[in-house]
């Protein structure tokens, strides 16, 4: 048998059909995966919160019928389960952040593409960073005043001539 993914892992979590996916072995898996996040969960503890947190929710009527891990968390936090079984809470918030922040990568490297064209593709990455920082944080920008960034270019050594 394979190792499982981290998607299958979080599949693991989802409550419909009364947690029919939910896995224990693939679950405590995702201690690996967020090492980080997770160091002082020993693999024990987790499993151990796994089984008791799937037999109190899987007959509990408030826990039927979500949708998604989204309704999942929202119940945890309204029901006071995410004291309970806080290293759950942390995998369903983990689980939560995982599109968010696949979209932000993706975002990024789409932008890359728009601003590393094929006559701008010699720059430096120094170069390429500040232009994506630009490009990406648009609205940031757009609240600096034009003067202030000319008076800080003024104030630059090496310049040919006075803006």
Request: aromatic share 10%; charged share 20%; net charge positive.
């Amino acid at each position: 048998m394979s190792k499982p993914s981290l998607l299958q892992c979080v599949l693991c979590l989802n409550p419909a059909k009364s947690f029919a996916a939910f896995d224990v072995n693939k679950l405590s898996r995702m201690n690996k995966f967020y090492a980080n996040d997770l160091i002082d969960v020993p693999e024990v503890a987790l499993r151990h919160q796994l089984k008791n947190y799937v037999t109190n929710v899987r007959y509990n009527p408030k826990f039927a019928m979500f949708k998604g891990l989204s309704d999942l968390c929202a119940k945890f936090i309204e029901t006071n389960k995410c004291n309970t079984f806080a290293m759950v809470y942390k995998l369903l918030k983990l689980a939560l952040l995982l599109p968010v922040t696949t979209a932000s990568v993706e975002r990024v490297f789409s932008t890359m593409k728009v601003v590393k064209s094929n006559l701008c593709n010699k720059m430096s990455d120094q170069w390429l960073n500040d232009r994506l920082v630009t490009y990406i944080e648009k609205d940031v920008l757009l609240t600096i005043n034009n003067d202030v960034v000319l008076a800080h270019f003024q104030q630059m050594d090496r310049r040919r001539f006075s803006l």
